[in-house]
C-alpha cells in the first residue's frame, strides 16, 4: 500500500514569510508525528498527534511553530515568520494503532527539505 | 526526560569486516529500541528493533544487544557490505509517552571495497 507522503519535497522561502508543510500518514494509522533533521544532525521531536487526544506539543521550538491534525489523518506543521535557522528536512511518521505487534514502529515520510533565505 | 548517546560518530571498516555502533539511554522505563537506516537523501528505515524484554535480537547479518542493567544498547553488522554504507540511528521510546523517538545523534557509516 501507499506510504507515508510529505509535500512539498522541496520548499525555499524568505525570512519572515509563512510556510505549511503536509503530511499524509499511511491509511490506518491513528499516530502521527513530526520531527526535524538539521543538515548533518540527528532526529529531533517536534509534536505528536494519537487518534483524538490532545497534542504533544513537548518538542516545538518555539510558539512560531503549530500543527494541526485535522480528522484524524492529514497533518499540517506550520512555521510562522521563518527564521534561517529554521532550515532542516521536516519528517514526519505513522504508527499502527496501538496493541498491533508492530504497533511501536514508525514509517517515515520522505521529508520536506524547508531552506529559509 | 529521556536522552540517547550515541558513539561513534563516523566509522569505517572494509568490507566483509564487522561493524558495532553503541547508544546508551537515561530513562531506565524506556522499553522500545529500534535502529534506523539513513541512506543519503532517503527516509529513515527500520532495520532492527527490540524490546526491553529481550536481551538480543539477530535479523541475518544484522543484531541487536540490549543490557537494561547498563542502559545500553548495541547495534551489529556482520560481514559488512559496501551497500551498509549510511548513517544508522538509534533511537528509545521512553514508556508512557506516547511512542515518540528520542534519537541518538546517529554513525556515519563507510564500507570500503
Known amino acids: 500500500g501507499a506510504g507515508v507522503s510529505q509535500s512539498p519535497s522541496n520548499k525555499v522561502t524568505e525570512k519572515g514569510k509563512d510556510v505549511e508543510l503536509r503530511c499524509d500518514p499511511i491509511?490506518?494509522?491513528?499516530?502521527l508525528y513530526w520531527y526535524r533533521q538539521s543538515l548533518g544532525q540527528g532526529l529531533e521531536f517536534l509534536i505528536y498527534?494519537?487518534?483524538?487526544?490532545?497534542?504533544?506539543k513537548s518538542g516545538l521550538p518555539s510558539d512560531r511553530f503549530s500543527a494541526e491534525r485535522t480528522g484524524g489523518s492529514v497533518s499540517t506543521l506550520t512555521i510562522q515568520r521563518t527564521q534561517q535557522e529554521d532550515s532542516a528536512v521536516y519528517l514526519c511518521a505513522s504508527t499502527q494503532p496501538p496493541g498491533g505487534s508492530s504497533y511501536n514502529e514508525q514509517f517515515f515520510g520522505p521529508g520536506t527539505r524547508l531552506t529559509v533565505l | 526526560g529521556e536522552n540517547v548517546e550515541q558513539h561513534p560518530s563516523t566509522l569505517s571498516v572494509q568490507e566483509g569486516d564487522s561493524a558495532v555502533i553503541k547508544c546508551t539511554y537515561s530513562d531506565s522505563a524506556s522499553n522500545y529500541f529500534p535502529w534506523y537506516k539513513q541512506e543519503l537523501g532517503k527516509r529513515p528505515q527500520l532495520i532492527i528493533d527490540?524490546?526491553?524484554?529481550?536481551g538480543e535480537k539477530k535479523d541475518q547479518r544484522i543484531a541487536v544487544t540490549l543490557n537494561k542493567t547498563a542502559k545500553h544498547f548495541s547495534l551489529h553488522i556482520t560481514e559488512t557490505q559496501p551497500e551498509d554504507s549510511a548513517v544508522y540511528f538509534c533511537?528509545?521510546?521512553?514508556?508512557?509517552?506516547?511512542?515518540?523517538?528520542?534519537f541518538g545523534q546517529g554513525t556515519e557509516l563507510s564500507v570500503k571495497p
Open positions: 527490540i524490546r526491553s524484554n529481550v
Open positions: 491509511s490506518g494509522h491513528t499516530a
Open positions: 498527534f494519537q487518534g483524538n487526544s490532545a497534542p504533544d
Open positions: 533511537a528509545a521510546i521512553p514508556r508512557d509517552q506516547g511512542g515518540k523517538l528520542i
